[in-house]
């Protein structure tokens, strides 16, 4: 179950942060009201996955590394923002350090 929350908490910041994007750029209040309650769901989500026994580092930094990797990507496909080669690898490097941490925390 705290998987499930701690990909909860994943979703919900990456939906927020790109409602963030849609509000800066004059899409009014509904989507300012969707950062919002985006960032507070991913937090309680996050909070309630720590409650449940995962462990700190290890939830932050899969939820955090998780959060750029996926914001870049929909960013890409969403807004057509530029994902070049080396914000590719970038996303790799993230991906091989969440692995990283998950092996870590097993050991």
């Given at each position: 179950m705290?998987?499930?929350l701690l990909i909860g908490a994943i979703?919900?910041?990456v939906a927020a942060t790109l409602c963030l994007r849609m509000?800066?750029?004059g899409g009014g209040t509904k989507w300012l009201a969707g950062t919002v309650a985006?960032?507070?769901a991913a937090f309680g989500c996050l909070t309630l996955a720590l409650d449940g026994g995962?462990?700190?580092g290890v939830a932050y930094g899969i939820w955090a590394a998780s959060g750029v990797a996926l914001t870049a990507v929909a960013s890409r496909i969403l807004f057509h923002e530029p994902l070049t080669k080396v914000m590719g690898a970038g996303i790799g490097l993230?991906?091989?350090?969440v692995l990283c941490i998950e092996l870590g925390a097993t050991h």
């Open positions: 705290t998987w499930i979703l919900t910041e509000a800066s750029h985006g960032y507070l995962l462990a700190l993230i991906a091989v350090g």
